[in-house]
C-alpha cells in the first residue's frame, strides 16, 4: 500500500465508519415514512443530491448538479490538461431498499477523496465522482437516465415515458429546477475520460459464501428478456377430464421448470419473475397465463444458446399441450467486459491489502455498462451481508468491509498511470 492508505490503515476501519455514517446520512430521506425508496426526482430524492453536493463542497471538490440531477465533484489535478478518472454509481433507490446499492460506491469515493485532499496528494488526472441520479428505471421506467447522459448514450424521446400519476419525465425534470434542454452539455468526450471505475455491493452471496471482503469484478452479464403469453382454453374445473384440458397455467409450470434446468446445467441464471393468471379463478380451468423469462450470462454465446433451447422447448411444450405461445423481446443487452488492465490494477490493490485476489462476473446491471465503447471499466465488489441479501431493507455490508473497499481504490487511484 502507498503511504496516504497506510495511514488511513493505522486507524483501523476509520474509512469505513465514515462510509458507514455517510449512508445512515443519505437514508434519513425517503417517500415513505416505513421504508426507503427514493425515485427519480421525487422530493427524497432532491434532498439526497443536495446533500452529496453538499459533502463534495466540504472536501473542497468542484461540485455541480448536471441538466438530469447528477452530481459531479472534482478533485482537480495540478495539471490543467489532464485527463479524467471518473468514479461513478447511483443515488437513486428501488421501493423498500437496502442503504447500500448504489450509494456505497459514491460515498466510498468521496471518503477517499476526504482523505485525498487531507493529504495535498496530486493525482496525474481530475477525479471526478459522479452520483448518478437514475439507474434503477423505477419511476419512468427508463433505468441509467444519469449514466447514459454522461456517456452521450440519452434518447431524448425518453423524456415523453409518463411515470404512475401520468407526470412526463420532462414535466418532473422542469419542476425539479432542471432544463432538458441542457442535457447534451452534460455528455463527454471520449478523448477526455482515462476510466471509468465503480465500487459497489455485490448484491449475491458469493463473496459472503467465500467469506471475502472483496472482488475484482470480471464482466457484467448480458441479459435476454421475453414476455410471454399462454393461450389454452378456460373450462369448468370440475366437468373437463385432465386429458381433455388445455391448461394455460399447467403450461406455464412446465416453462418454469424448463428455464430453472436449462440454465442450471450450463452455470446461467434464468428467472420467471412475474407469473399471472388474468381473470383467473379456483373453478376455473386456466385459459391464459402471462410470464417473463430473464436469462443471463457474462458469454454472450451461452446466453444466447440458453434462450434458443428454451424458446424451442416452449414450442414442444405448447404443441404437446395444444395451447398456444406467444413470446415478445422485451430486451436483448450484450454483457460488457471489465478492462483486463484495469482488473490487473484492482487486483494487485487487492494483493497489497493482504487480501486474496477473488474474480467474479456480476449478474446484475450497473451504470458501468453505459460506457462500454466509451472508455475502460474497472469493477470493485464489496461483500453483501446477510447470505447476500440486496434490495431489501435486509442489506448490509460491515465497516470492515468498506475500509478494504476504500483504501483498495485509494490505492488504485495512486497508481493508476496517466492515459
Known amino acids: 500500500m502507498t503511504a496516504q492508505v497506510g495511514v488511513a490503515a493505522a486507524q483501523p476501519n476509520a474509512l469505513g465508519t465514515r462510509i458507514l455514517e455517510l449512508t445512515d446520512s443519505l437514508a434519513q430521506w425517503s417517500e415513505s415514512p416505513r421504508a426507503l425508496t427514493c425515485t427519480y426526482l421525487t422530493n427524497a430524492h432532491r434532498a439526497v443530491a443536495g446533500e452529496i453536493a453538499r459533502l463534495m463542497s466540504n472536501i473542497g471538490l468542484e461540485t455541480r ?18 485527463k479524467s478518472v471518473i468514479v461513478g454509481s447511483h443515488y437513486d433507490t428501488v421501493a423498500n431498499a437496502g442503504k447500500y446499492d448504489g450509494r456505497l460506491g459514491i460515498v466510498t469515493a468521496i471518503a477517499v477523496a476526504e482523505q485525498l485532499a487531507a493529504a495535498g496528494m496530486a493525482l496525474p488526472f481530475h477525479l471526478d465522482i459522479i452520483a448518478f441520479s437514475e439507474e434503477e428505471g423505477v419511476r419512468f421506467s427508463s433505468a441509467y437516465i ?5 456517456a452521450g448514450r440519452f434518447d431524448r424521446g425518453e423524456l415523453l415515458r409518463r411515470d404512475a400519476k401520468g407526470v412526463t419525465m420532462e414535466e418532473a425534470m422542469r419542476t425539479a429546477g432542471l432544463d432538458p434542454a441542457n442535457i447534451a452539455s452534460a455528455a463527454r468526450r471520449k478523448d477526455d475520460i482515462a476510466a471509468y471505475l465503480e465500487v459497489h455491493i455485490e448484491q449475491g452471496p458469493v463473496l459472503f459464501e467465500s467469506d471475502l471482503p472483496v472482488g475484482v469484478v470480471t464482466a457484467i452479464a448480458g441479459n435476454s428478456r421475453f414476455g410471454v403469453s399462454i393461450e389454452g382454453v378456460a373450462g369448468h374445473a370440475g366437468t373437463v377430464p385432465m386429458a381433455y384440458r388445455h391448461d394455460a397455467a399447467a403450461a406455464a409450470a412446465e416453462v418454469v421448470l424448463c428455464v430453472e434446468q436449462r440454465c442450471s446445467r450450463t452455470g446461467l441464471v434464468g428467472t ?3 407469473l399471472a393468471v388474468p381473470d383467473g379463478a379456483p373453478n376455473v380451468v386456466p385459459g391464459r397465463c402471462d410470464l417473463t423469462i430473464d436469462v443471463r450470462s457474462g458469454v454472450d454465446a451461452d446466453r ?9 422447448d416452449m414450442d414442444d411444450i405448447g404443441k404437446k399441450r395444444g395451447v398456444t405461445i406467444k413470446t415478445t423481446s422485451l430486451l436483448d443487452a450484450a454483457a460488457v467486459q471489465c478492462s483486463p488492465r484495469l482488473q490487473g490494477l484492482f487486483a494487485a490493490s487487492v494483493e497489497r491489502a493482504g487480501l486474496p485476489v477473488f474474480r467474479l462476473p456480476s449478474g446484475a446491471g450497473h451504470d458501468a455498462v453505459m460506457f462500454d465503447g466509451f472508455t475502460e471499466i474497472g469493477m470493485l465488489f464489496v461483500r453483501c451481508g446477510n447470505g447476500g441479501v440486496s434490495h431489501s431493507p435486509l442489506e448490509t455490508v460491515t465497516a470492515s468491509d468498506c475500509d478494504y473497499a476504500a483504501r483498495i481504490l485509494m490505492d488504485v487511484l495512486e497508481t493508476l498511470p496517466p492515459r
Open 146 to 150: 444519469g449514466s447514459s447522459v454522461v
Open 65 to 82: 448538479i448536471d441538466a438530469v440531477g447528477n452530481v459531479v465533484g472534482r478533485y482537480r489535478s495540478h495539471s490543467p490538461a489532464a
Open 304 to 312: 444466447r444458446a440458453a434462450t434458443k433451447d428454451i424458446l424451442a
Open 272 to 274: 420467471v419473475g412475474r
